[in-house]
């Protein structure tokens, strides 16, 4: 059964930091895995993926503030997110793309507020 287990969020004040964590089960051959978050009203977007091959990707916006880490041997990325700012503020979404196909986790709360 294919399933992703996320962890970590919460509520956090502006200039905080949160670590996210994903673990997939079921998925083989993975090939990548990242966050993807969705603010109310708006669409879902990319914040940072982690690529079988080392590389990384990530949004403008967190650049130079969130870091992707992933262990291959345990089909787990982490999510480091250092000086938060409200606008960061959505529910976070694990994303994994492997054999069978790309799943999604139920999505975490992030909360960047004073």
């Known amino acids: 059964q294919v399933q992703l287990v996320e962890s970590g969020g919460g509520l956090v004040q502006p200039g905080g930091s949160l670590r996210l964590s994903c673990t997939a089960f079921?998925?083989?051959?993975?090939?990548?895995m990242g966050w993807y978050r969705q603010a109310p009203g708006k669409q879902r977007e990319l914040v940072a993926a982690s690529i079988s091959d080392g590389s990384t990707n990530y949004a403008d916006s967190v650049k130079g503030r969130f870091t992707i880490s992933r262990d291959n041997a345990k089909n787990t990325v982490h999510l480091q997110m250092n000086t938060l700012k409200p606008e960061d503020t959505a529910v976070y979404y694990c994303?994994?793309?492997?054999?069978?196909?790309?799943?999604w986790g139920q999505g975490t709360q992030v909360t960047v507020s004073s």
């Open positions: 994303n994994a793309g492997g054999l069978p196909g790309i799943y």
């Open positions: 079921g998925i083989f051959s993975i090939y990548t």
